[in-house]
């Protein structure tokens, strides 16, 4: 599976971006899809995860902000950002697994597959 994110970019505080990330390969291996991020100096955190193309899951820091969704027709999910603050300005990145249990999902080193990261920066 080859994940590749696209949508960053630099936006005001207050302001929406919607990052996307494309699958090809074996994307059969992609049944639980997330978002973690990478903030300048930090480790990389969860951010949000559709498990096994049923329920999705959001950290607390941007429940009620931002929203995933995923096409599979389109092999493609996405995450929709909204209200964005400075705290938000991370390097974003698409992550796919098949086998995933639900007490790993927030777990980076549970995924198998993971794009190139997509900066996104939020200016005050």
């Known amino acids: 599976v080859q994940l590749v994110e696209s949508g960053g970019g630099l936006v005001q505080a207050g302001g929406s971006l919607r990052l996307s990330c494309t699958a090809s390969?074996?994307?059969?291996?992609?049944?639980?899809m997330a978002w973690f991020r990478r903030a300048p100096g930090k480790e990389r955190e969860f951010v949000a995860a559709?498990?096994?193309?049923?329920?999705?899951y959001y950290a607390n820091s941007v429940e009620g902000r931002f929203t995933l969704s995923r096409d599979n027709a389109k092999r493609t999910v996405y995450l929709q950002m909204n209200s964005l603050n400075p705290e938000d300005t991370a390097v974003y990145y698409c992550?796919?697994?098949?086998?995933?249990?639900?007490?790993?999902?927030?777990?980076?080193?549970?995924?198998?597959?993971w794009g190139q990261g997509t900066q996104v920066t939020v200016s005050s």
């Open positions: 992550a796919a697994d098949n086998g995933m249990i639900l007490s790993q999902l927030r777990v980076e080193t549970a995924y198998d597959y």
């Open positions: 390969g074996r994307t059969d291996r992609m049944s639980t």
């Open positions: 559709n498990f096994r193309s049923s329920r999705t």
